[in-house]
């Protein structure tokens, strides 16, 4: 007969994992700050990553790890050095692109469909239409508040008419102009 012997993993609890990262902390902080240039927003991110994955694995495997602080460091180690890589792919990409500005072009990342850029270019060809249907006071008034911005007391110093008069007209302009284009 022959006796088989169930391997059971024993899981340590989050107590362990706590006072190991507790005790080895500084020193981890200490090689991340070493390996990483001293780059203090990568350093805390390269800690966040350790912590974390440290963490897991800890509590599902514990008895395969001999030497805990070589493993955190080790594991440490290999996160700074995939942030380098990273900050490396990013920096050549970046040289690349500034280097030959003409091979890249950056758009914006929706476009108009043509159905809409019709659909624009007509309502705005029926509003010049209907502008240029508008009586010469009313064309200037339009003229001084959309295509110049200016603010209706600057229009009614310049039109000698009181602000509400700019006011009324522009109302009566707007009013034109949807009845022409409807």
Same mark, same amino acid.
């Given at each position: 007969m022959i006796k088989t012997t169930l391997v059971t993993e024993q899981s340590a609890t989050p107590d362990e994992f706590w006072m190991l990262w507790g005790k080895n902390h500084y020193r981890l902080r200490n090689c991340c700050m070493r390996w990483l240039n001293g780059n203090v927003a990568?350093? +805390? &991110?390269?800690?966040?990553?350790?912590r974390e994955k440290a963490y897991h694995h800890y509590l599902r495997r514990s008895d395969q790890i001999n030497s805990p602080f070589s493993w955190l460091c080790k594991l440490t180690y290999n996160i700074c050095i995939d942030i380098l890589r990273d900050q490396k792919k990013q920096l050549t990409l970046c040289e690349t692109v500034s280097h030959s500005p003409d091979l890249f072009y950056f758009s914006h990342v929706t476009t108009e469909p043509l +159905? &809409?850029?019709?659909?624009?270019?007509?309502t705005l060809n029926d509003v010049l239409r209907a502008y240029e249907r508008l009586t010469p006071d009313l064309?200037?008034?339009?003229?001084?508040?959309?295509?110049?911005?200016?603010?209706?007391?600057e229009i009614a110093e310049v039109l000698q008419i009181s602000q509400a008069n700019v006011r009324k007209r522009v109302q009566l302009a707007r009013k034109q102009i949807r009845a022409f284009i409807h």
């Amino acid at each position: 007969m022959i006796k088989t012997t169930l391997v059971t993993e024993q899981s340590a609890t989050p107590d362990e994992f706590w006072m190991l990262w507790g005790k080895n902390h500084y020193r981890l902080r200490n090689c991340c700050m070493r390996w990483l240039n001293g780059n203090v927003a990568r350093v +805390e &991110d390269a800690m966040s990553q350790a912590r974390e994955k440290a963490y897991h694995h800890y509590l599902r495997r514990s008895d395969q790890i001999n030497s805990p602080f070589s493993w955190l460091c080790k594991l440490t180690y290999n996160i700074c050095i995939d942030i380098l890589r990273d900050q490396k792919k990013q920096l050549t990409l970046c040289e690349t692109v500034s280097h030959s500005p003409d091979l890249f072009y950056f758009s914006h990342v929706t476009t108009e469909p043509l +159905e &809409d850029k019709i659909l624009r270019d007509n309502t705005l060809n029926d509003v010049l239409r209907a502008y240029e249907r508008l009586t010469p006071d009313l064309q200037r008034v339009v003229q001084y508040r959309f295509v110049d911005e200016m603010e209706y007391p600057e229009i009614a110093e310049v039109l000698q008419i009181s602000q509400a008069n700019v006011r009324k007209r522009v109302q009566l302009a707007r009013k034109q102009i949807r009845a022409f284009i409807h």
